[in-house]
T-cell receptor
Framework: EAGVAQSPRYKIIEKRQSVAFWCNPI?????LYWYQQILGQGPKLLIQ????????DSQLPKDRFSAERLKGVDSTLKIQPAKLEDSAVYLCASSPQGQENTEAFFGQGTRLTVV | AQSVTQLGSHVSVSEGALVLLRCNYS??????LFWYVQYPNQGLQLLLK??????LVKGINGFEAEFKKSETSFHLTKPSAHMSDAAEYFC?????????FGAGTRLFVKA
């Protein structure tokens, strides 16, 4: 079974530029998560999708971050404009259809450096 | 509201020694608990999980954890550390569709 795929693995941009990350979850997984992991901290949930609907985006900085999940499969996360404090690893994860309290399956992440 | 506290951001053990990583949680209702491991430049991988039933949970790579409701703890242990166990470990609590992660504990294993 293929895992969660993310691209790119690494990205370096200047502040005020824009950037986009892509995620393809495990086939058949209805729930998709985007987490931000700042160095030395645990993952923080940015947004959670159930199919193509948003379940939780309470910690997404909506003035600069946006995410979509067209057709309920893959997803993109965009930052525009980027700030220095956005430097982090962005992790995508997925979990099976409609299962509460189940574990999430993570991709390798995208390491973003804003200079 | 749910929260997770991992005691000690860094733990260092000798190869062959006991590994003990501490996790305490707070939850208004019985939670589901997880331990994940993260190797350098990798995503998180599930080590083990507690849902219901037996409070001692066995996971991969020889790790186990015990759910103690009275102490609101879910500490991770391994009897004998191996060099390959060096990684970052995250405790997480879940209720419904929401999961909260602790800040993580980095495990160092000395030869």
């Amino acid at each position: 079974e293929a895992g969660v795929a993310q691209s790119p693995r690494y990205k370096i941009i200047e502040k005020r530029q824009s950037v986009a990350f892509w995620c393809n979850p495990i086939s058949g997984h209805a729930t998709l998560y985007w987490y931000q992991q700042i160095l030395g901290q645990g993952p923080k949930l940015l947004i959670q999708f159930q199919n193509n609907g948003v379940v939780d985006d309470s910690q997404l900085p909506k003035d600069r971050f946006s995410a979509e999940r067209l057709k309920g499969v893959d997803s993109t996360l965009k930052i525009q404009p980027a700030k220095l404090e956005d430097s982090a690893v962005y992790l995508c994860a997925s979990s099976p259809q409609g299962q509460e309290n189940t574990e999430a399956f993570f991709g390798q992440g995208t390491r973003l450096t804003v200079v | 509201a749910q929260s997770v506290t991992q005691l000690g951001s860094h733990v260092s053990v000798s190869e062959g020694a006991l590994v003990l990583l501490r996790c305490n949680y707070s939850s208004s209702v019985p939670p589901y608990l997880f331990w994940y491991v993260q190797y350098p430049n990798q995503g998180l991988q599930l080590l083990l999980k507690y849902t219901t039933g037996a409070t001692l949970v066995k996971g991969i790579n020889g790790f186990e954890a015990e759910f103690k409701k009275s102490e609101t703890s879910f500490h991770l242990t391994k009897p004998s550390a191996h060099m390959s166990d060096a990684a970052e470990y995250f405790c997480a609590v879940s209720r419904g569709f929401k999961t909260i992660f602790g800040a993580g504990t980095r495990l160092f294993v000395k030869a």
